[in-house]
């Protein structure tokens, strides 16, 4: 093969300075468009709508949808900080009964590797802290124009020509790539990013900026649009926009002295081998077979799982955990499933969740590798439609909750013999001193009617969230009916 002349090789050489030299131009260019060195500080209001990530009523659909009255984001660039203020209202859907929407509340902040809500102002100002929620937040901050610029900036982003514009990219802290594009007139168009989440792994987080105008002095998009997993996450109309607004986003001390909380399993004995698992915001139910344990949920993430398998193992050593119930595909309930399919547990789930899961199992887990990541096994799924039957020595009812706004592929559990009902979202019951709803949960309500229609003889309601195993009569009572008499 003959080798290039001499030529050849100094003009390529300068072909590729002309190139490298353009794109920083670019850089630059932006950097200045955007008022970026002047720009320690932003503040943005906007009204829109924003999305409830991983909730959605069948795997099929979008996250649900939310109005924002009103989304208030300040951000302090030079010391990582933000706070987004969040006024929504879920938006009604004709073809689902859900609970009368209600006016909600965010306030929520990051400041380094800190994060915290406070609640609305109606409320005690206590700080609760969100060590989760560090990792998407600190994205949310390099995913506006002037945070990206600065961060391309800060962190030698590489580039590349694009038909119209270009294309930059780094990497944040040796882990998080970005990737974003410039327009011909040297504005932000797109921000790409990759970020963790139990259920999807190593999650798309994209941010979509368009119609620039200019707001006093910053060039700012007036539209925002956020995509996570696919799905819109925020939709944002900008009306006002504040350049270096005073703001301090400085971490209260218990949010600066809190400890990382322990993850506890208690466990409570609902009837002989059946024990009801609780600790935490979410529950699970342990029931033992002859010679293996069927479990009932597996909530939140990893963490929340290895502590349900070593709990299990001390109250029934020996006997492994063959089936995990799944209630339902949101992330809250399923974001724990994947450590039991690494741990070699059949996951039994409704027949409409289960080629979702199969392909989000597949997805790469990088950014925070789990042990089904690392042992890459098979998943052993079982499915229901209607009806199931697992169970020996405690038989196991496993039924479809029908025409529920909550969910299509939804779960109770039924032991017949111990006549305990299982379930997850549809009732919540309130501490025992709470006074009745105003009104029914419509949720509740059709989690009563699927008890009827299928015939179920229900002495104990063993919820998945909540305070207290209730009966049926607490069922009765929280969607307006009067109680009966016990059969016994």
Request: proline share 7%.
């Amino acid at each position: 093969m003959r080798r290039p002349t001499t030529p050849r090789l100094a003009l390529l050489a300068t072909l590729l300075t002309t190139a490298f030299a353009a794109h920083a131009a670019s850089l630059q260019e932006a950097a200045a468009r955007l008022a970026v060195d002047k720009t320690q500080a932003i503040e943005f209001a906007a009204t829109g709508h924003w999305f409830q990530f991983g909730q959605a009523p069948n795997v099929k659909q979008p996250w649900p949808r939310f109005d924002v009255q009103k989304y208030v984001a300040d951000i302090d660039y030079a010391k990582g900080a933000a706070r987004v203020q969040i006024t929504r209202l879920q938006a009604d859907d004709p073809q689902r009964r859900r609970p009368a929407p209600s006016t909600q509340w965010l306030d929520q902040y990051v400041n380094g590797k800190q994060a915290w809500n406070l609640p609305p102002v109606s409320q005690p100002q206590t700080a609760t802290p969100q060590p989760a929620a560090v990792e998407e937040r600190q994205a949310e901050i390099i995913s506006t124009p002037q945070g990206f610029i600065k961060a391309a900036l800060a962190n030698q982003a590489t580039s590349k020509p694009l038909k119209n514009g270009v294309e930059l990219r780094f990497t944040v802290d040796g882990k998080y790539l970005y990737v974003g594009t410039l327009n011909a007139a040297n504005e932000v168009e797109k921000i790409s990013t990759w970020i963790d989440n139990p259920v999807l792994g190593d999650t798309l987080l994209e941010t979509e900026f368009t119609k620039y105008k200019d707001f006093g002095n910053l060039r700012f998009p007036s539209e925002i649009v956020r995509l996570q997993g696919g799905h819109p996450v925020l939709a944002l109309q900008v009306n006002e926009v504040k350049v270096n607004p005073s703001i301090d986003l400085t971490p209260p001390d218990s949010v600066k002295n809190a400890q990382s909380a322990a993850i506890t399993v208690t466990a409570d004995k609902l009837a002989d081998g059946v024990f009801y698992l609780t600790g935490g915001t979410h529950h699970s139910v342990a029931i033992e077979q002859n010679d293996h344990i069927i479990l009932v949920e597996a909530p939140l993430n990893e963490a929340r799982s290895q502590a349900l398998i070593a709990k299990v193992g001390e109250l029934f050593p020996g006997k492994p955990i063959n089936y995990l119930v799944n209630t339902h595909v949101h992330f809250d309930h399923s974001g724990g499933l994947r450590t039991f399919v690494d741990a070699g547990a059949t996951i039994v789930t409704h027949k409409l969740n289960a080629p979702y899961y199969q392909k989000i199992w597949a997805n790469p887990h990088t950014l925070n590798p789990d042990a089904l990541a690392r042992s890459k096994k098979t998943p052993r799924i079982e499915t229901f439609g209607d009806k199931l039957v697992l169970g020996d020595s405690h038989k196991v009812e496993i039924h479809n909750i029908v025409d529920s706004g909550h969910n299509d592929g939804f779960a109770l559990i039924y032991l017949p013999a111990a006549k305990i009902l299982i379930e997850a979202d549809a009732y919540t019951p309130a501490a025992a001193s709470a006074p009745l709803p105003a009104s029914p949960n419509p949720y509740s309500v059709n989690l009563y009617n699927n008890i009827q229609r299928l015939k179920l003889d229900v002495d104990k309601i063993a919820a998945l969230h909540g305070p207290r195993v209730v009966t049926l009569n607490d069922l009765r009572a929280a969607i307006g009916l009067g109680t009966v008499a016990s059969a016994k």
